[in-house]
């Protein structure tokens, strides 16, 4: 066609989908040192059951409103969310956050209720170490 410039223009459309591959990538590499420090030392300690549930949560309903938008960078970021938040309950809950804290409460309450009936420290549960 004559009279058409050798260059594409971009509109507005195409601004705001390369914002959000852009922010995509950029949030996704904001989480990866998080989650390479925790597979790598399984120290979870300082993350709270409650706020990792609340999250999880929160992403699976959001789920169904991100998934109702057309397809796009929001579907991928999202993804990532949901997988690197289900990742980080599943490890607090495996590496000892929660688990080794219940376990360890019930076995010393077991031990205080032994000992308080019949006079004796020993428990047949053995200990962890």
């Excluded at 509109?11 to 998080?34: E, H, I, N, R």
């Amino acid at each position: 066609m004559r009279g058409t410039p050798a260059f594409r223009t971009f509109g507005a459309m195409d601004v705001a989908v390369l914002a959000g591959v852009v922010s995509t990538g950029l949030f996704a590499m904001s989480y990866m040192p998080m989650l390479v420090k925790a597979a790598r030392t399984k120290d979870l300690s300082s993350y709270s059951l409650g706020n990792l549930a609340i999250t999880n949560l929160g992403n699976v309903v959001y789920s169904l409103y991100v998934f109702s938008l057309p397809f796009g960078p929001i579907w991928f970021l999202h993804s990532f969310y949901l997988v690197a938040c289900g990742l980080m309950l599943v490890w607090f809950l495996h590496y000892g956050g929660a688990w080794r804290r219940f376990v360890a409460r019930r076995r010393a309450a077991w031990r205080a209720h032994a000992a308080a009936n019949d006079g004796s420290s020993q428990s047949p549960v053995r200990s962890a170490a």
